[in-house]
């Protein structure tokens, strides 16, 4: 599986984004996809998660302000963050799980920043 990222940058606080990953090669196995971000000097968390039937999970310092979706026949997953805020600066990666491996998306950059 290939995992292809976009849609980060520079917003100030308060703004929004759209972040998108498309899956590619083996995708009829991918259990579920999520988006993981790392800040400087911190470890990897989980920020949203999502299973082809819809189900979601999100991390408490999310909720309510960012939301995965996955558009099926695109093979696309995106991640709408709205409301952000100056501790959401961070690289996010894109994950897809196919049977016990994870595969990951090359990272995109996101700043929140006046």
């Known amino acids: 599986v290939q995992l292809q990222a976009s849609g980060g940058g520079l917003v100030q606080p308060g703004g929004s984004l759209r972040l998108s990953c498309t899956a590619s090669?083996?995708?009829?196995?991918?259990?579920?996809m999520g988006w993981y971000r790392q800040a400087p000097g911190k470890q990897r968390e989980m920020v949203a998660r999502?299973?082809?039937?819809?189900?979601?999970n999100y991390a408490d310092s999310v909720k309510g302000r960012l939301t995965i979706s996955w558009d099926t026949p695109k093979n696309t997953v995106y991640l709408q963050m709205n409301s952000l805020e100056p501790e959401d600066t961070a690289v996010y990666y894109c994950s897809a799980d196919v049977m016990r491996r994870t595969y990951w998306g090359q990272g995109t950059q996101v700043t929140v920043s006046s």
């Open positions: 090669g083996n995708i009829f196995n991918i259990n579920a």
């Open positions: 999502i299973a082809p039937a819809g189900r979601t």
